[in-house]
T-cell receptor, first 114, second 113 residues
Framework: GAGVSQSPSNKVTEKGKDVELRCDPI?????LYWYRQRLGQGLEFLIYFQGNSAPDKSGLPSDRFSAERTGESVSTLTIQRTQQEDSAVYLC????????????FGDGTRLSIL | QKEVEQNSGPLSVPEGAIASLNCTYS??????FFWYRQYSGKSPELIMF????GDKEDGRFTAQLNKASQYVSLLIRDSQPSDSATYLCAVNAGGTSYGKLTFGQGTILTVHP
């Protein structure tokens, strides 16, 4: 069956440009999560969507970061006015929702800011 | 600050041995615990999850949870070179942190032939 799909797989852009990353969750998964992983570091939580509830944005590092999700489908993570410290792998995960449900990750988008 | 701590390693074991990976967490109210394997340049892959105190076995993998001591461990029996990867411990604290996982920094495991 189809897993979590992310696009693009790689993105190289100049400092100051805006970027948009896409995540298509596993069909039927109501919860969707975005994480960031800098080189050699652990995963940092960014944002969490559960159904039609208000998203948990507590991990977004600045107001340059935003994310949207329409219903229980595709989500986009947008980074405005990119900075070099935004270079990282951005990972999307989905689950059936609930604290005990495991999260399944996509292959990630590797973002490089020149 | 809710934290998850792991030894960064590297942990090196010979092929066929038991690899023991440990993780401690700071939030006593944490509800669910996950182990992910991450190969270099790849995304995390779910290995095991556990919610209740005690042991949970799945093939060569055993997860152990002790909520009183706030630690969770992963044992890999009959380790193979293909098990060489970074192992990430992740904790869901529940409550106001309902949806998100807090990850440890990961333990690098090397299984040598």
């Amino acid at each position: 069956g189809a897993g979590v799909s992310q696009s693009p797989s790689n993105k190289v852009t100049e400092k100051g440009k805006d970027v948009e990353l896409r995540c298509d969750p596993i069909s039927g998964h109501t919860a969707l999560y975005w994480y960031r992983q800098r080189l050699g570091q652990g995963l940092e939580f960014l944002i969490y969507f559960q159904g039609n509830s208000a998203p948990d944005k507590s991990g977004l590092p600045s107001d340059r970061f935003s994310a949207e999700r329409t219903g229980e489908s595709v989500s986009t993570l947008t980074i405005q006015r990119t900075q070099q410290e935004d270079s990282a792998v951005y990972l999307c995960a989905s689950s059936l929702g609930g604290v005990n449900q495991p999260q399944h990750f996509g292959d990630g988008t590797r973002l490089s800011i020149l | 600050q809710k934290e998850v701590e792991q030894n960064s390693g590297p942990l090196s074991v010979p092929e066929g041995a038991i690899a023991s990976l440990n993780c401690t967490y700071s939030d006593r109210g944490s509800q669910s615990f996950f182990w992910y394997r991450q190969y270099s340049g790849k995304s995390p892959e779910l290995i095991m999850f556990i919610y209740s105190n005690g042991d949970k076995e799945d093939g060569r993998f055993t997860a152990q949870l002790n909520k009183a001591s706030q630690y969770v461990s992963l044992l890999i029996r009959d380790s193979q070179p293909s098990d060489s990867a970074t192992y990430l411990c992740a904790v869901n604290a529940g409550g106001t942190s309902y949806g998100k996982l807090t990850f440890g920094q990961g333990t690098i495991l090397t299984v040598h032939p």
